[in-house]
């Protein structure tokens, strides 16, 4: 158990350091981008270069928060929560990857919605799940919010070919069905779900769901937070 503790402890360590690095290389791309011609080649190849550098950040950022989660060293922090704004937040995250891939971004969300979540921890899901929609959709993603039997509903559709059915059927565990060869490690998942289940309010948790019946007739995205 010290042995396992020891190791877990090095890797926080390791993948913090990983992190800080990498948020200095961002910083520089976006100086360089700065630089380049909005139109071209070379601006297109250091977003796309940037996204890579995020995804992987965010993954980073992923496995630092489980392992606090797990050694009580985070909590979640609840907060009131202007659900529209929230939303626009995550969407101008992935507007400039959705145009240079020809995506068209929708919203449906009352601008009247409040909520109480954690917005750090339910961004970083969101715009996890966006950024995978955005390589897999055809043309078109839409992100809608609902509230539905006291619990907040925060959907993101795609027009694609959908979720494998082993993804679907258990999607908080897929990561223990790891597919290196489709690159779909299940890491992203299993943090939504993680973040969801730490959302609890008289007796009523959160949780997430697959579906390929979505709005847009492909995948289906779906946090739930009571």
């Given at each position: 158990?010290?042995?396992?503790?020891?190791?877990?402890?090095?890797?926080?360590?390791?993948?913090?350091?990983?992190?800080?690095?990498?948020?200095?290389l961002?910083?520089?791309?976006?100086?360089?981008?700065?630089k380049?011609?909005?139109?071209?080649?070379?601006?297109?190849?250091?977003?796309?270069?940037?996204?890579?550098?995020?995804?992987?950040?965010?993954?980073?950022?992923?496995?630092?928060?489980?392992?606090?989660?797990e050694?009580?060293?985070?909590?979640?922090?609840?907060?009131?929560v202007?659900?529209?704004?929230?939303?626009?937040?995550?969407?101008?995250t992935?507007?400039?990857?959705?145009?240079?891939?020809?995506?068209?971004?929708?919203?449906?969300?009352?601008?009247?919605t409040?909520?109480?979540?954690?917005?750090?921890?339910?961004?970083?899901?969101?715009?996890?799940?966006?950024g995978?929609?955005?390589?897999?959709?055809?043309?078109k993603?839409?992100?809608?919010?609902?509230?539905?039997?006291?619990?907040?509903?925060?959907?993101?559709?795609?027009d694609?070919?959908?979720?494998?059915e082993?993804?679907?059927?258990?999607?908080?565990?897929?990561?223990?069905?790891?597919?290196?060869?489709?690159?779909?490690?299940?890491?992203?998942?299993?943090?939504?779900?993680?973040?969801?289940?730490?959302?609890?309010?008289?007796?009523?948790?959160?949780?997430?769901?697959?579906?390929?019946?979505?709005l847009?007739?492909?995948?289906?995205?779906?946090?739930?937070?009571?």
């Amino acid at each position: 158990m010290a042995k396992q503790s020891l190791f877990e402890t090095v890797l926080a360590s390791t993948v913090h350091d990983m992190k800080n690095s990498l948020s200095l290389l961002m910083g520089e791309l976006d100086n360089l981008g700065q630089k380049l011609e909005t139109d071209s080649d070379n601006q297109q190849a250091v977003s796309s270069i940037r996204y890579e550098s995020s995804r992987i950040n965010q993954s980073l950022m992923q496995l630092l928060t489980l392992y606090k989660l797990e050694n009580n060293q985070l909590s979640i922090q609840i907060t009131e929560v202007e659900v529209a704004d929230f939303i626009e937040d995550c969407i101008a995250t992935h507007s400039l990857l959705a145009e240079n891939n020809g995506i068209q971004l929708e919203v449906d969300c009352d601008d009247s919605t409040i909520w109480f979540f954690d917005q750090d921890m339910v961004g970083i899901a969101i715009n996890n799940i966006l950024g995978n929609s955005i390589r897999y959709t055809k043309k078109k993603l839409l992100l809608s919010v609902k509230v539905v039997d006291s619990h907040l509903i925060i959907q993101i559709d795609d027009d694609g070919q959908g979720y494998p059915e082993s993804m679907i059927e258990d999607p908080e565990h897929f990561i223990k069905k790891v597919n290196y060869s489709t690159g779909s490690t299940g890491l992203g998942l299993f943090f939504s779900a993680t973040i969801a289940h730490n959302h609890q309010r008289s007796g009523r948790q959160g949780s997430i769901r697959l579906t390929n019946d979505g709005l847009l007739n492909g995948g289906s995205f779906q946090i739930s937070l009571p």
